[in-house]
Each structure stands twice: as C-alpha cells, then as structure tokens.
C-alpha cells in the first residue's frame, strides 16, 4: 500500500504542501500519496489518531496546532524543542517524532538560494509568536553578530530573548525603538524578516511591524508571508518604500522547510528548483 502523508491544520483548503510534496515524490521516484486533513478545532488529537489508525505515516502541522503537535509527540529533535513548536510529524512504531523545519527552511532559502550572508550580521526579527519561535535557533546556529527580537508586546519579546540567550547574542526591543537601532553604525539592520501576521490574506493588516526607517539600501528584507503573484507583500512594499533593493517573499522558506519535511520522511532530500516556477505558475 502507498505510504501516506497529509498537512493537517484549520484551514487547510488552501494549502499548497499537496502540490509541493507531488512535485517532491516525482522527482525523487518515491511512491506516496499527500493529502489534505481539516480538522476541528477542538479534535486535532483525534483527527491525528484516526490518521495514524488508517496507516498514515507522516503529517505537516499548520495553524493552529503546532504547539499541541509539540505536546502529541513522544519525543522530537532538539530544535523543535528548543521552539516548543513542531510543523512535521513522522510515525515511528507506535509513536510520533516531532520536527521543525520551519527555520532551516528559512536559513537554506537565505543563504543556499538567495545569497545572503548571516553569519556575522545583525539580524531583525518582528514578531515573537510561534513563527518567530521557530527560526531563531536555526539563525543562531549561523552565527550572527546578533539577532534583535521586536514585538508589540515587549514582555513577549524579552521573554523570547531570556530563552534563546544562552545560544547566541539575542536581545528586545520596543518596534518604536528600532529606528534608534538601525542609526548606530555598528548597529545596523543587514536582514530584517518579517515573523508577523501583518500582509497576511486571512487578517486585517493594522499597524506596520516596524518604523521605515529601519531600512537601508544594504538591508536585505524577508516575509516570511508568501504571495505566489509577482506583487510584493505589505512587508516587502514597506521595505522598498525605506530604500530597499533586495527582497523575497516566503516561497522559498515554503518550499524548503517541506523538503527537510520530506528528508525526514522518506531518507532523501529533494531537489527544490522546479518547484518555484510550478508554483509561480499557479498565480499566472
């Protein structure tokens, strides 16, 4: 029987992993079937049950469960726990082991597809939820000169950088202090990624992340918000607005966050080239 995988969250109609992993499977030639699961709000436990009942073998978590994926798993690799948020599962025996690729998706778009350098850099983050959560150990780990968590709400931002202090140069700051930052000369914001829910389709776009003024032309702008036509994000429209030059969307972090899903899976990393224009081509 072809083994079975799925994207699990609520929504999920609009996922685009089904048509990702389709594109993984042909060109790896491994025999599986990915499919979509909507579940309820309140039944995420059950509906992973049931899954693993019918001879399901692996599941990408998205909104809104990857923190109760986090609690479903039996054990998980050191940065899901670090992020206390898990994006895939993978069967195991009776069991469920728990990964986050959602950072090394990011940091091998940045730095393998796009050319970005972070090693030594001063690093942004907006936002200190879970999507911020989930890359900060990733870019840690490529040694950046430090990394600057800004969020609404401060106590969430100081909390996130006491938790991942011990692993690298990580502080908060207040989004009407970043301008400040960004005019230090030793201080200046060479990548600023957007980890907020501003720009995305589903909620109303409110105040911007940041000031315009945190931008430079030498700043390099990431969203992780993905937007398959050619117009930019909120995010991205922001950024060029304070002189950016070079930007990308989320796509690629997208796509590559689901071939570590799929190395985990299936032993094999994908190729990831073909994908972008497939999707690409969906908007057109």
Known sequence: MTDRYAVIGNPVAHSKSPLIHAAFARETGQMLSYGRLLAPLDGFADEV???????????????????????????????????????????VGEHWYADNTDGAGLVHDLIENLGVTLGGKHIVVLGAGGAARGILQPILDAHPAAITVSNRTMARAEALAREFSAYGPIRAVAPADLGNVASEAHHVADVVINATSYGMLDRPLGAAPCPVSIFAPTTFAYDLVYALADEPTPFLELARRGGVARSADGLGMLIEQAAESFQLWRGVRPGTAHVFPLLRKLAA
Request: hydrophobic fraction near 45%; charged fraction near 25%.
């Open 49 to 91: 049950a049931r899954f693993a009942a019918t001879g399901g073998q692996g599941l990408n978590v998205t909104v809104p469960f990857k923190l109760e994926a986090f609690a479903l798993a039996h054990e998980c690799t050191e940065r899901a726990r670090r992020a206390g948020a898990v994006n895939t599962l993978k069967r």
